[in-house]
């Protein structure tokens, strides 16, 4: 039993710091907001140059060739997204990772190969599964009378405007689940972009007609694969949520260190110091059970209860220290100057993305009733 | 215990509500409420009610109230509230610039300023704080220089809100330097549209915005002085602890909870989220009841510090975490803005995740509000 | 709308603390406590002290002949309730009163005269009704054929053991709503005590054809009377919980002034102080509920939304204060020689003695969605 | 991260379950349990086990103990408890006194000491709580009074456990006046049967009784000094901290959790309840996480005071919460002790939440915890 990180997961770990660096982190954060007073920034320099890094590290390859053992290569996937929550990254990195989990596990085919291929080069995918609900495979979705085209409708699209492609899973009247990967740029993919709380890149997607590249049917139990898939994409976004907890926590605990309030520093308060340590061990607690997720998927365990339950902590978490940190920062946090107001709305927008957490349990909760006892 | 309203209670309550649900008065908020983060002018809403008297009702009728009680008060804020009006002119204004000038103002200064204000035709702001200094005013920068029979004024005031419309504000500033930080802090009526006085957006989450106002040496005299010199902080405490109900606070979340409630049933909701709201409209109602317990306070001429800092602190707990509850039960939908195509009820929701951060600090914060429970309340921290 | 207590009340609360007062209050909290090492301290005679002040006070009669516009007294006995509480008194004084509420909703009779009477005077009523669940009169119960006998099986019953009457609601097997009232003196009643947390005076009570003296027949619709009458029951617990918080909660605040550690008063801290504020705020925001739900039944309201409610939060406060204050006390409190313990078992069986707060919740749930708007 | 155990590992946890699955240790387990809140005398199973040389994994074979890692330590601590037995004998014993004479022990200590400990033929226990003096070794006022070549012992020690079936005793007493007040504080290993010592029960809510050791002048001489003569206060803060881990608590929230899903299925429950204990679940699993995190850090050779601090806190936050939420979701007879004839498994959740308010107390309060986290983590309180 080895609860340490691997060394080849530190040496991730320490290779994306450096990529995420002190110098693009500041700006990474605000990638993606367009706020509502002042011309939104023009980032799309720094997201290509992010982007390319993250390709150009073998991001996008990493459950593509995983290390020996590691059959979904989530380990590597979830530091990764730790740290990319962590700077508050916005962009497809997750969904497309995804994207290739979902072909992994079709069977091999020359379609499949060519967009792994796309993909591990640097295309990107927007998974258009977001509709509020834990079961995005549920949601309706129309093929065309001849097979070769979708209609559907998704909402809270992450990134959907420079997507490459979309992912779109769904359940057709008749009862059978299906999901395509449609080129973003054909007629019949319209999008209108949400005014919403995170300010960010969320879309409403319909797909009228749309032609499809590649219809992906997973080897084995479609079921049971979809159900994996979610488990995987809630392990990530666990990561990716404990991650932005710890960048939220840290911005706290500078700023009781920089305020002084009544004659004192904050830092010295015991109320301030023991919320702020709560928070400290509810991430180390969050992370660990979420690396305990991401091991049970690469061994070919079934994950699904831990990473419902870890997605379920972890948003819980990221809302409160978002919430917390915010408020330790006074009328100044409030300001859109400050990023402790961004870390907040952006903490409640992805800790409900793939459903609130009392939703994420009510859908793993069976799951407790059946597990066997651990090892 | 009798939670009924008094008969002049419920006809007060029954004419503000005829006038917030009038179509014109609906029109309007739904106009603001879809343009987050944006601010008009003063509202027509505002000089409706106080073409009626309805909007400072507790004031005497000599400055344009009705001559109403503190009750009355308390219904104008949660009828205001409750109907999406934005209300923080009116609690700046009227609430606590108002009770400042009638507690502590000269009867010149009270002809003067009080009665635009109460027909809704003017708005009147506050400055106190500072970038260095938000709860604790004994740190206070800003200095009151002597220049004659006046002073002149400097220093930078963060986080106000309304001062970009706003005729006059009051101000603390520092007249004498003084070992104790908080004597020698007098309490000015500046008025902010001279030249010397700048007004600057600090843009921010909500959809208020604050503004950042600098003053560069503006002229009082002893005219604008409210209350004693070097004697404010006990002006400042004095208006803020009788300020200090959390009924507005209180407004907030149960018009949050109840937005929720609205768009879902128990059925819709994942069972947790469920039972959570019912808990939550437990502590919703009962932060209407500490909160009218400080206006039944008021009311009788006692003021309790301990219960009024437990009812600001549990309202403004409890609004924060129905904002956060409530959206959350509600779904994605519910963190689409006002000026979304598909928002719910013209963003409700996602305004309150947006304002609910405000509620644990404005009116003093929760940890000021636990350290009064704690030593004047519990005898501790002594 | 006036939320302070009404002159009477005040008076009565005053008149009550007298009677409980500072001498007899460390005996009180005693009561019926049987320790497990040691003898058990032979407090029948203080036991038959209190009763008797209380008789005195015109405790039983509060709901007998309450002030004009109550109609059931409900304020009264919450304000005698929550002192009750905050000593941790243990006896049949609720139960006894909530039995009168009960004969009340009956039409007049003279059998139902007599027994109220006989109440007002000082006999005492064990309610047969907990069993774990949140709706007792669903729980079984058998009229024998002659309909003058009752069979029934009750569990967690306070005081069985010296209570002159059993009240015994419960629901025959074909459907009907029948609540008896026994002697407990008879035979055919058989108790047994439970060994268990609190180590108080709980019983389990076997009823095998035991004579019915009355059976209650509420006047108008009978649903609808014991629905009121649970709500009546949920009220006086939640105030008599809001009490024992409040009690908890100074007996943890002169410990922290009487503590100090690290060269400190412990009453010097932020974090315990804050936390003991915050469980202030609680206890009021508790007792003001409580007192709603007990104006609304005295008004004719339905109170059954807001009595569940006030249940709910009061349990879930006197369970954290108690739960808390033990631990400020570090190991000190959980001897047996400190009344930190005494508060914390109490919390823990009385906080769900008439059901769970996620149960009493439950069961009011579909009462919010009806709810029209407050005044 | 590979949380599969290693084959050794699942080799030793394979034996210990199966003696602690045999009939003779179930009976006597469930006589212990059924008598809540009385002690007998030393357990069979503890001689079992140590008959097996299971009892001390980790110590040398020259000891009793099996040369086998700190892992398999904590999966005895893990099975003890989840076989509920009591394990506060094997913590004490082993894992404190027994580390404490390996780290610090003189060989003739240790071979005097340690085997009939391994056997499971005695006990130790440890006396540092004095009344004053709970958390804080500093306030220490028991006295060792210098006496030819040895010293005079005096002092009264609280909150012990099983030091009335104890042979020694680890006793932290003043040696030298100090400025300072962690300098000047010796551990000895103190005899417990002679006179000299009394030791009376402290009866309390838990399963486990407390005494006060009342020294009255008992001789010790340089012969039962651990480790440096007024260095004691580095004695014990390295003996504690790595014995912190949270490895015991989080067992016992597993145990008392599984023991409420056992005996309910999701249906049973109020959905809240059900909701909480599937979100309880995950705190345990990712307390044991963050303990065997510890043991791994022992393992390697490192030691890290917040990692500790976290597992500790966490565990023993969530094991106090998790025997409130999974009694209460397991209906009133959750409440009913071993004793009662209708108890749930022996009374487990009932005993649970007698045990509860100690996971944190004991092994360093919360507070101490977060102290720690705070500074030494965040660099707060500085």
């Known amino acids: ?74 380990r590597g996937l979830a530091v990764l997204a730790e740290r990319l929550g962590e700077v508050l990254y916005q962009g497809p990195l997750l969904d497309t990772v995804l994207a290739s989990e979902a072909l ?39 093929a065309g009378a001849t097979g070769d085209t979708v209609g559907a409708e998704r909402r809270f699209v992450g990134f959907a405007a420079e997507a490459d492609w979309l992912l779109v899973p769904g359940r057709t009247a008749d009862g059978v689940h299906r999901t395509a990967l449609v080129r973003r740029d054909q007629p019949g993919v319209h999008l209108r972009r949400h005014e919403e709380l995170g300010r960010g890149e969320l879309y409403a997607v319909r797909l009228a007609d749309a032609p499809v590249t590649f219809w992906l049917t997973p080897e084995g139990d479609a079921e049971t694969a979809w159900h994996e898939l979610i488990a995987s994409a809630r392990t990530l976004q666990a990561a990716y949520l404990v991650g932005l907890a710890r960048g939220a926590l840290r911005l706290g605990a500078d700023r009781l260190k920089e305020r002084r309030q009544f004659g004192g520093a904050l830092a010295k308060q015991q109320a301030p110091a023991f919320q702020l340590a709560r928070l400290a061990t ?46 330790l920062h006074g009328a100044h946090g409030m300001t859109d100057a400050s990023d402790a107001q961004l870390f907040y709305r952006r903490a409640t927008v992805e800790s409900r993305v793939l459903g609130s957490p009392a939703r994420v349990r009510a859908d793993v909760m069976p799951l407790l009733w059946e597990r066997g006892p651990a090892d | 215990m009798d939670l009924a309203p008094t008969p002049e209670q419920r006809a007060y309550r029954d004419e503000v509500r005829a006038l917030l649900d009038t179509d014109e008065v609906r029109a309007e908020t739904a106009a603001v409420r879809t343009r987050p983060g944006t601010e008009g002018g003063l509202l027509d809403i505002y000089r409706r009610l106080g073409e009626r008297g309805l909007l400072a009702p507790n004031w005497p009728r000599e400055y344009g109230g009705s001559g109403l009680g503190i009750a009355e008060k308390a219904i104008l804020t949660e009828e205001l509230i409750a109907h999406g009006v934005p209300d923080i002119a009116h609690t700046l204004s009227v609430d606590i610039v108002g009770l400042a000038l009638l507690l502590y103002g000269t009867d010149r200064q009270k002809s003067r300023l009080l009665p635009p204000i109460a027909r809704g035709e003017s708005v009147a702001g506050v400055l106190f704080s500072e970038p260095e200094a938000g709860s604790d ?83 009082v005299t002893e005219e604008d002085v409210l209350g004693t010199v070097d004697d404010g902080w006990g002006v400042i405490g004095e208006i803020l602890g009788l300020e200090r109900t959390g009924i507005e606070f209180q407004a907030k979340a149960r018009r949050w909870l109840d937005a929720a409630l609205e768009r879902t049933g128990a059925e819709g ?9 019912v808990a939550l409209d437990a502590d919703v109602r009962a932060a209407r009841l500490l909160a009218w317990r400080c206006v039944d306070d008021l009311h009788a001429g006692r003021s309790d510090e301990v219960r009024s800092a437990m009812a600001k602190y549990w309202a403004g707990e409890t609004g924060r975490e129905v904002a956060l509850a409530a959206s959350g039960a509600a779904g994605l939908d519910a963190l689409l803005a006002g000026d979304d195509e598909e928002s719910l009820g013209h963003g409700v929701l996602e305004a309150a995740c947006r304002e609910a951060p405000g509620l644990t600090l404005a009116s003093g914060t929760s940890e000021v509000m636990l350290t009064v429970i704690a030593s004047a309340g519990l005898g501790l921290l002594a």
């Open chain 1, 104 to 142: 992994l596990r079709c069977a091999p085919d020359p379609g499949r190969e060519r967009l792994l291929k796309e993909i591990a080069e640097g295309a990107s995918v927007a998974a258009a599964v977001r509709d509020g609900g834990v079961r995005p495979y549920d949601a309706p979705l129309a």
């Open chain 2, 269 to 277: 909701l994942a069972p947790a989220e469920a039972d959570r709201l």
């Open chain 2, 137 to 219: 005013l004994g740190a206070l920068r800003t200095r009151a220089e002597r220049d004659g029979d006046g002073w002149r004024l400097s220093g930078r005031k963060v986080y106000s809100a309304k001062t970009q419309l706003a005729d006059f504000a009051l101000c603390a500033a520092r007249t004498t330097e003084s070992e104790v930080p908080f004597h020698g802090i007098t309490v000015f009526l500046v008025p902010l549209r001279p030249p010397g006085v700048a007004v600057e957006p600090l843009w921010n989450i909500g959809d208020e915005r604050f503004n950042e106002v600098t003053l560069s040496g503006i002229r």
């Open chain 1, 1 to 74: 039993m080895d609860v340490t990180l691997a060394a080849e997961h530190q040496e991730l770990r320490e290779q994306v710091t450096e990529i995420l660096g002190d110098e693009l982190a500041p700006l990474i954060r605000r990638m993606a907001d367009r706020p509502r007073h002042g011309a939104a920034p023009d980032d799309a320099e720094i997201r290509a140059l992010v982007w390319q890094a993250l390709t150009g590290m073998g991001a996008l390859g990493l459950n593509q060739s995983p290390a020996p053992g590691d059959r979904r290569g989530l």
């Open chain 1, 282 to 327: 509810r991430v180390d607690a969050a992370h660990l059970l979420t690396q305990q997720a991401a091991w049970e998927g690469d061994t070919g365990r079934d994950h699904r209860l831990t990473a419902g339950q870890a997605l379920a902590m972890a948003a819980t978490l990221a809302q409160d220290t978002g919430r917390d940190v915010l408020h």
